[in-house]
């Protein structure tokens, strides 16, 4: 297996492509990388990933998140964006934002007087963005609401957004927005800290706030969440959805459980058995650093063509030290290969050379790019 790994340097509002070819199957051009700009100061590159907007393989474009840019919504500051990008890039600046939403807040009369239903302004949206064949889902972990109880609160519940058809039907998607409020409740879930779609393409989305800070999954179909969906409906229960519900308080954030861990990984987290081989896949003396980084980035895809889902966790805050000397942050990517159901092989790691330059903070799918039957990838 030669994968072909992409590097993107997130320098500020420059997303560069360079390449680094595993043992060098195929080149690609390593003196023009790409270069695509956005707002500065938007963290334009915190999230990506490639879209085919057909079921032309040749149509390719390129799904930038920039969390905290300005959009044209009314009244909000720095609500975040998702960018197209088409690719191969003609110029930098060809990047445009998507409009998944383009509304102020909504309103609600409470006692006679008009107030914000929700707040978007530094709700970060863009902060994930995932795509499945047409399919598009871009999330804000940060949005609050002010929640169905009679003193106005502001609950950090998170909300996802899916378009398809290339951007011609959008639905929003907040599954934590419902009557159970509070840090005990979902109130806490920042719903699509990490999303991502299944083989089949429905939707997954992680929210690790809910219940206190133990985490949740809930997965929906995207058809479901199109059908019916009207921008009045508050509270809603999506047909055919799934959530996870609370365990018992040992799993709570006092422990620093697997249920949370594997939520932030939720894709892989089909089971504590997985969990379980991905840390101990870790490195021993990477343990320390490279426990709480690897909450992060995670991409699962069938990498080898084997027919089984292969693992790639970014820990973007990995520090790597050599002997006695200090540890430089410098990220990782950890690669595993599902030999068998469930059974994966020790990790293959690919570590950054650049200097808090997170390497692995994002990972996408970049298709087949040399055309020998295997994926290449792309991390951040
Ligand atoms: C967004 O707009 C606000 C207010 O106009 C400004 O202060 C802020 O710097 C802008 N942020 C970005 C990332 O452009
Ligand atoms: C509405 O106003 C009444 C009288 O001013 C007050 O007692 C009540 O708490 C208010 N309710 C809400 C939801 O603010
Ligand atoms: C898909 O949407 C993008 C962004 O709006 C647009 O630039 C592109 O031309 C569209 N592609 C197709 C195949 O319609």
């Known amino acids: 297996m030669h994968p072909c790994f992409f ?22 051009d390593l003196e023009k990388p790409t270069v695509y700009n956005g707002p500065e100061g938007s963290y334009f590159g915190y999230s990506l990933d490639f879209y085919h907007p057909t079921q032309d393989r040749n149509a390719l474009s390129v799904l930038v998140g920039a969390p905290k840019a300005n959009t044209s919504q009314p009244g909000i500051v720095e609500g975040g964006a ?39 302004s530094h709700q970060w949206f863009g902060a994930t963005v995932r795509t499945h064949k047409g399919k598009v ?40 927005r419902t009557n159970n409020p509070d840090p005990e409740g979902q109130g806490f879930c920042q719903a699509g800290f990490s999303v991502d779609f299944t083989k089949e393409g429905t939707l997954v989305v ?26 009045k409906t508050i509270l809603r229960k999506v047909q055919g959805e799934k959530q996870t519900v609370a365990a018992s308080d040992a799993y709570d954030d006092s422990y620093l459980g697997k249920r949370r861990v594997c939520v932030f990984m939720f894709t892989v987290c089909l089971s504590y058995v997985l969990y379980a081989e991905l840390v101990a896949g870790v490195p021993r003396g990477a343990h ?21 889902d292969d693992v790639l966790v970014g820990a973007p805050l990995y520090m790597d030290r050599e002997f006695e000397s200090k540890p430089r942050e410098v990220g990782r990517v950890y690669l595993y290969l599902q030999e068998d159901v469930l059974l994966f092989s020790p990790s293959i790691t690919l570590t950054g050379t650049h200097l808090f330059g997170r390497y692995g903070s994002a990972i996408a799918p970049l298709g087949d790019i040399n055309q020998d039957g295997y994926l290449g990838k792309c991390s951040c």
């Not at 590097?7 to 690609?28: D, T, W």
């Not at 690719?87 to 107030?115: H, L, Y």
């Not at 490279?290 to 084997?306: A, E, F, H, P, R």
Request: charged share 15%; glycine share 8%.
């Open 7 to 28: 590097r993107v340097f997130f320098h500020g509002f420059l997303l560069i492509f360079s390449v680094l070819c595993e043992a060098a199957a195929f080149n690609l």
């Open 82 to 120: 998702v960018y197209y990008c088409p690719w191969p890039a003609s110029d930098p600046d060809s990047c445009r934002q998507i409009p998944f939403d383009k509304a102020n807040n909504r309103m609600i009369k409470v006692n006679g007087t008009r107030e914000p239903l929700e707040f978007k």
């Open 137 to 176: 889902v871009a999330c804000a972990p940060l949005y609050h609401w002010r929640t169905v109880k009679v003193s106005s609160e502001m609950d950090p519940v998170g909300t996802c957004y899916v378009a398809v058809q290339n951007f011609s039907a959008y639905a929003e998607y907040s599954p934590c």
């Open 206 to 231: 992680g929210g690790p706030g809910s219940f206190y800070w133990q985490g949740q999954v809930i997965t929906a179909g995207v058809a479901e969440i199109l059908n019916g969906y009207s921008l």
């Open 288 to 308: 320390n650093f490279g426990y709480v980084s690897i909450q992060y980035g995670i991409k699962v895809t069938d990498l080898n063509g084997d027919g089984l």
